[in-house]
């Protein structure tokens, strides 16, 4: 007859349920993992195929029992590890949009908005159109891979136990700083141009007071701003690529801050 002590089941159990936690914490925040589009069940059944694959391979865990207080502070601590890594991404996501919607208030499109579902509320066309090439981009450069890839190697940069992870946070914070700087960039182009279009408008007005700024100006602006956007298209991926380098170094900077390793 088999029989299975408590110390067996808790063991068990903890070595399935802490992984767990940090996997659906980065599924919840990552890029493409998080997509509102995606059905619940779609993001649970992902999470748990890769609790299954990466379980083996975890170093020893803590003898812990999950229902015990300290068991339930592991698996909160493992679940906020994974939201950051995860949101460390999301970050350039974030500056990717704002560059977007830069970009529409320059053109003059600011009044016309689309139902974001990621978002769950209004966003602007061009940060909309902006933001789906990106995530296009991401997935043909196995992004989302990389980023399974990462969470793996959390787990050995980041044993699962109550070790802490306050300058994770500060790394974490510091790099949720870029997100200006990145939108800002990637919208230079087409605002330096559109700047230029809306100055000879002026000077234009000057010269002629009676032209109708309203009926000349919009539509100039919407041609310049396609124009340039179209012209910059081409340069968008060594841009997006270097963008998500950069996002891959901050999640492993914030790791190795987490675990106070140089």
Do not use: C
């Not at 649970?44 to 020893?60: E, H, I, K, S, W």
């Not at 974490?172 to 100055?199: D, E, K, T, Y």
């Amino acid at each position: 007859m088999i029989s299975i002590t408590d110390a067996q089941l808790d063991a068990w159990l903890a070595a399935f349920l802490f992984p767990l936690a940090r996997v659906l914490g980065l599924v919840a925040t990552a890029p493409v993992f998080n997509n509102a589009s995606l059905p619940m069940r779609v993001k649970l059944m992902t999470g748990l195929a890769v609790t299954f694959a990466v379980a083996p391979m975890l170093p020893p865990l803590p003898q812990l029992a999950p229902a015990s207080w300290a068991g339930l502070a592991i698996f909160l601590q493992q679940g906020l590890i994974g939201i950051a890594l995860g949101f460390t991404m999301r970050v350039v996501f974030a500056g990717i949009d704002l560059a977007g919607e830069l970009i529409g208030l320059q053109m003059g499109l600011g009044f016309a908005l689309f139902y974001d579902p990621q978002n769950a509320g209004q966003s602007p066309i061009v940060a909309e159109f902006v933001g789906l090439l990106a995530l296009l981009f991401f997935l043909a450069l196995n992004g989302h891979l990389v980023m399974l890839g990462l969470l793996a190697e959390s787990f050995s940069v980041l044993p699962v136990g109550l070790s802490p992870f306050p300058a994770g946070w500060a790394t974490l914070l510091g790099w949720a700083a870029a997100i200006f700087s990145i939108g800002v960039l990637l919208a230079l182009p087409v605002i330096g141009a559109l700047l230029v279009a809306n100055i000879a408008l002026g000077v234009l007005t000057k010269v002629a007071p009676t032209l109708n700024l309203f009926a000349v100006g919009f539509p100039i602006t919407l041609m310049a701003g396609f124009a340039m956007l179209a012209l910059t298209m081409p340069y968008f991926s060594p841009a997006l690529e270097n963008l998500f380098e950069r996002g891959y170094v901050a999640v492993g900077a914030a790791m190795r801050a987490g675990a106070a390793l140089p």
